[in-house]
């Protein structure tokens, strides 16, 4: 699933083409997209005429603001992706096809296009089709659990060391599952939990309550570190020529790396936390 600097990377490259821009239709071939409005023609009300004055990332959420004062929501789940391009409907194949030849490979599987007033469009590609969208009064959707119930932004300026440091407070349990938790942190997922930990060189089963504030220290610059490391280079999931590797996947730390050696030259090992794997070092991350 996308975490933050994948949502974040895809809502940098969305900004410049989407703003200002208005929205004259949306058509879909799965209509199970549609959280709110759950009917196709109610979201289409919702969309269809307004301008989008603004593109943001709240945790793995995309916010499309719309005139006058609404909000479109995209969560793209597992598979999805937003992306501009040129697609028709082709009912021989029931399948929305690239207008061009050239068209990136993750175009393959658009399911969902708003279409703009300049020609272009915005596509979902979701080869799974989980993701969902929403529509509604901008106070409406900012209230929805899902963005009501998330912690800090990990990158937000106002996200200092001595915020980072109150979340600890009483708080329990192993510091995998607390980075990974939304409303404890929002936006960190699997693989950038166990990037982070193994940067601040902390096992993923240390205990919170265990933690000093030099650790926390750590854990907080090596957190921002990652992150922004990951933005800078387009975060993962990009393939070049031949699928090799581009963007984060090509300096993996210790995520999927299981049986091969750390940069520290330790062979990295795998355990389950919390139902989910975590990859790391053995000698190198201490366990609180």
Known sequence: MPELPEVEVIVRELRVPLMGRRIDDVRTDWPKYFHLPKSEEAFRSCVKGRRIEAVRRRAKYILIHLSPSHLLLVHQKIS?????????WNPAVSRWLPSSSDAPPSGRFIHLVFELDNGEQLGLSDLRKFAKVMCGPERDILNLPELRNLGPEPLSPRFTFAAFERLFHHKRGNLKEALMNPAFIAGIG???????????LLHP??????????????LY????????????????GRRGPG???QGYDRVLLVYGREGERCPRGHIIERIK???RSAYFCPIEQLRL
């Open 205 to 218: 089963l240390t205990r919170v309550e265990h933690m000093k504030t030099p650790q926390l220290s750590t």
């Open 273 to 275: 936390v919390g139902g």
């Open 243 to 245: 699928g090799a590797r």
């Open 221 to 236: 610059h090596s957190m921002r570190t990652v992150l922004r490391k990951a933005i800078r280079l387009g975060a993962t």
């Open 190 to 200: 699997n693989l950038y939990a166990d990037e982070i930990l193994y940067t601040a």
């Open 80 to 88: 999805g992706r937003l992306q501009m391009g040129r697609w028709s």
